[in-house]
């Protein structure tokens, strides 16, 4: 075999590794932000489904003193 032939073929190996190593690298470092990408999600979730029952609470809350103010008028127009 040529010294040309062994050099391609050593020069072709070095580029195989490294291009195996730099696909390799970058699929974990995707996974990685992938997986902190999902780690955000669910606690923007978790704040948005804590915000809809407090939102939901303080509706409820607002009724209820919007039935007891109703009722205090009416107490008041009883006992004039």
Do not use: C, P, W
């Amino acid at each position: 075999m040529s010294e040309t032939i062994i050099v391609a073929l050593i020069s072709f190996a070095g580029t195989a590794i490294g291009t195996v190593g730099g696909i390799v690298a970058s699929s974990r470092l995707t996974a990685y932000r992938l997986k902190q990408l999902e780690q955000k999600v669910e606690k923007h979730n978790s704040v948005i489904e804590r915000v809809y029952k407090l939102e939901e609470n303080a509706a409820v809350q607002e009724e209820q003193i919007k039935v007891a103010n109703h009722r205090i008028g009416d107490l008041e127009e009883y006992h004039k």
